[in-house]
């Protein structure tokens, strides 16, 4: 099946700094998904976005969706050893979830104290 | 946010056997479900969507004679991997959509094969 084109793959970065990821397709999306995966887990819902153009927070986590439908970003702000895992982007065609997701292909974030 | 629940959380089985794995929407009616799996180090694929009272929906290159889906009730999906040989193991994942667009995902099973 299709994936988006998520970025970075990985980031190292310090406890107290901003992240910053992003995902791009080539197709719309009604809908764009935030997932945060731990290991041995299952996907967990961070953000989700409905609107072209919507910025939703989510405590310390801000996530747009592009004007053109086609990309979306999350920011992280004050890192701490929690956040630690992989974020998934998920795009969703139908906006109602009657399809399936489609899929980034994540970002690691690994913090080191 | 709803909550899914798979079971097992894991299971270790000979090759030519089948494994059936169960999701279940908790606290709310689920008409859709799907199923996803994910490879090590890699991200989640769709297999296929689970509609109640009707049959699944099965994504390009996804074998429906092995990987049998049933959605018996608003609440229960099941799948049934037959046959499985090792490289059917891997991490299968179910989620039940929301009313105004997204999924919950439930913790995953994680299937090897020996």
């Known amino acids: 099946g299709q994936q988006l084109n998520q970025s970075p793959q990985s980031m190292f970065i310090q406890e107290g700094e901003d992240v910053s990821m992003n995902c791009t397709s080539s197709?719309?999306?009604?809908?764009w998904l935030w997932y945060k995966q731990e290991p041995g887990e299952g996907p967990v819902l961070l953000i989700a976005?409905?609107?072209?153009?919507e910025l939703t927070s989510n405590g310390r986590l801000t996530a747009q969706f592009g004007i053109t439908r086609k990309d979306s970003f999350l920011n992280i702000s004050a890192s701490i050893p929690s956040d630690v895992g992989i974020y998934f982007c998920?795009?969703?065609?139908?906006?109602?979830?009657?399809?399936?997701?489609?899929f980034g292909k994540g970002t690691h974030l690994i913090i080191q104290p | 946010g709803a909550v899914v629940s798979q079971h097992p959380s894991w299971v270790i089985c000979k090759s030519g056997t089948s494994v059936k794995i169960e999701c279940r929407s908790l606290?709310?009616?689920?008409?859709?479900m799907f199923w996803y799996r994910q490879f090590p180090k890699q991200s989640l694929m769709l297999m296929a969507t689970?509609?109640?009272?009707?049959?699944?929906?099965?994504e390009q290159g996804v074998e429906k004679d092995k990987f049998l889906i049933n959605h018996a009730s608003l609440t229960l999906s099941t799948l049934t991997v037959t046959s499985a040989h090792p490289e059917d193991s891997s991490f299968y994942i179910c989620?039940?959509?929301?009313?105004?667009?997204?999924?919950?995902f439930g913790p995953g099973t994680r299937l090897t094969v020996l």
């Open positions: 976005l409905y609107k072209a153009g």
């Open positions: 197709s719309i999306f009604n809908t």
């Open positions: 689970s509609n109640e009272g009707s049959k699944a929906t099965y």
């Open positions: 606290d709310f009616q689920a008409t859709t």
């Open positions: 998920a795009g969703d065609y139908s906006g109602g979830g009657a399809d399936g997701l489609t």
């Open positions: 989620s039940a959509k929301f009313d105004y667009g997204g999924q919950f």
